[in-house]
């Protein structure tokens, strides 16, 4: 068993024993749901005071729009009764890092884990690669305020999300802790109703 499995299974055996939540209804009780990236220094529910049961947090590379993350933002929408939504990415993301090309390039190179320094991403090179990359759209983001706009018109115009759900769209400022608003992201995803 590895360090990290071994961990986290004791961990859980802990927080199992003397768990008290079993009873919290699927709904999220403060009924609104946040899209944000998966970037471990994020803590969704530290900086939006958020206990288990009050909202789903939908995470992604970049906290993007994805097809994936607007069927989450639907299905907590019509099956579990969200009525607000929040786009948030953040300072010094590493989906800022690399672009769509960068990415292709290193996985047709090797699927090992590379690295990344002052010059740029490199690959270690060893093992084989795939190009299976090509097809992929990697929502990389090249400027934060755009990105966060860019995502919340995505989920207004989507033809399965209904205008009268408010979409905020802030930055988490992961050196200062605070959500930074994106004034025209919030004024695009005004509900419509």
């Known amino acids: 068993m590895s360090q990290t499995l071994e961990a986290v299974l004791n961990a859980n055996a802990a927080y199992a024993a003397d768990f008290d939540k079993g009873d919290l209804p699927m709904p999220p009780g403060r009924h609104f749901a946040i899209l944000t990236c998966m970037d471990a220094r994020l803590d969704p529910a530290k900086y939006a005071g958020l206990a288990e049961g009050d909202a789903h947090v939908i ?16 299905i907590s929408y019509k099956l ?34 590379a690295s990344v320094d002052a010059s740029g991403w490199h690959d270690s090179g ?31 115009r989507h033809p399965l999300v209904p205008g009268e759900i408010p979409i905020y769209g802030y930055i988490y400022d992961v050196r200062t802790g605070k959500l930074i608003e994106v004034p025209e992201a919030t004024r695009v995803g005004m509900a419509l109703v």
């Not at 060893?126 to 706009?149: H, M, P, R």
């Open 80 to 113: 579990l009764g969200t009525r607000e939504w929040f786009v948030i990415h953040h300072t010094d993301c590493g989906m800022e890092t690399f672009t769509d090309e960068i990415m292709r390039g290193l996985l047709a190179s090797s699927l090992k884990t």
């Open 59 to 74: 995470r992604n590379a970049g906290g993007r729009a994805s097809d994936d993350a607007i069927r989450s933002l639907v």
């Open 126 to 156: 060893e093992g084989s690669g795939s190009t299976e990359g090509n097809y992929v759209d990697w929502l990389t983001i090249k400027d934060n305020a755009q990105s966060v706009l860019e995502d919340v018109q995505r989920i207004r």
